[in-house]
């Protein structure tokens, strides 16, 4: 175990030696709602902007000193429940053997569009082609309190298989939607070469030290729902398989995926993680009763006043309730241009009220 001791600035005044949003994850009773930030180490943080300074982003990703620092940036200003692996997407392609750069979003060299270009790509060993993340997340865990947990992360298949087809950032992802739609066995193919990809990478970060893990699948909601079972849902099921390790909850999270929901529960995730173009409460309705729900404050309404910020995440903590679990976020990753007192703000309330909502106790 990590002595908290040892690191007096992280220290949490519950430190206990289970983390409260693993706790919650389990859907064990708990004390209040706990919190993390999508992006939470990032450009609005002027520390961050400080190292960015000295290095670009993918040097930052591949040199564990420096991930290490920039991830526990955020959990020096802010009582947050978790951090994440300061890493991207984009790393696992890289190893795969394609080359991308950032600008400030991943751009891909020479895009995957045939049978040829899908066989091409490596399945590559974590441990060979990885080692700075697995480095970085062991150093993680010696240096975060006990009372914080550490989430690993991956792209998931077919969010990876966007920015590797399309080439980079899309609006319509005609180049993805054309090789699904008129190459269905190469499409299939590349989900299936990622999700092996994705699940070596997934259980070697549990190795190393992850407490949970979030598939990412921001790009999951421009397809329909029927597009979505025949194309997505079995290659996260087969992930969600692999990757399945008692007591480390897995997280999958998309956006725009209001048309989803069920199918996303029927992979076998733990958490679902909502952006705010879905109600808490319907979301609830909507999934079964032990399924835990992630999310879903519009990160955008951190740009408003404390009061704003404070009553918005207030109803947030009282539509998700005490009776199935519930882990506060943002529906989509903050802006870097978001002040920093208000994510103290954010993190203050959301504590305050989900100890209030277990109390029973009126809004003050
Ligand atoms: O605290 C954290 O969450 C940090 C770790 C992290 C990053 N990217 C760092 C990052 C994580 C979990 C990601 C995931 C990621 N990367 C996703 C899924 C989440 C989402 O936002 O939908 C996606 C789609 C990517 C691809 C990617 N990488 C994009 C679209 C961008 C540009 C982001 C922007 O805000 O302009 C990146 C670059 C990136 N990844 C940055 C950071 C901190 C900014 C890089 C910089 O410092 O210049």
Sequence with gaps: ???????????????????????????????????????????????????????????????????????????????????????????????????????????????????????????????????????????????????????????????????????????????????????????????????LTVADTLRAQIAAGAQAVQLFDTWAGILSPADYREFVMPHVRAVVDRVATPGVPFILYGTNTGGLLEDMEKTGADVIGLDWRVEIADARRRLSPGCAIQGNLDPAVLFGPSAVIARRAREIVEAAGVEAPHIFNLGHGISRLTPVEAVDTLVDTVHREGRR??????AS
């Design 357 to 362: 909502v277990r109390a029973g106790q009126p």
């Design 1 to 195: 175990m990590p002595d908290a001791t040892a690191h007096s600035s992280l220290a949490r005044p519950d430190d206990g030696l289970d983390p409260l949003f693993l706790r919650t994850a389990r859907g064990e009773a708990v004390e209040t709602t706990p919190i993390w930030i999508m992006r939470q180490a990032g450009r609005y943080l002027p520390e961050y902007r400080r190292v960015r300074e000295q290095a670009d982003f993918l040097t930052l990703c591949r040199t564990p000193d420096l991930a290490v620092e920039v991830t526990l940036q955020p959990l020096r200003r802010f009582g947050l429940d978790a951090c994440i692996l300061f890493s991207d997407i984009m790393v696992p392609v890289i190893a795969m053997g394609l080359e991308v750069d950032f600008n400030p979003g991943p751009v891909v060299a020479d895009p995957v569009r045939s049978e040829a270009g899908v066989r091409a790509l490596g399945r590559p060993d974590p441990v060979e082609t990885m080692p700075f993340v697995l480095e970085t997340l062991r150093i993680l865990r010696r240096e975060i309190p006990p009372s914080v947990a550490l989430i690993g992360f991956s792209g998931a298949p077919f969010t990876m298989a966007a920015y590797m087809v399309e080439g980079g950032a899309s609006k319509d992802f005609t180049a993805l939607k054309g090789l699904m739609f008129q190459e269905p066995l190469v499409f299939h193919a590349l989900m299936e070469k990622l999700g």
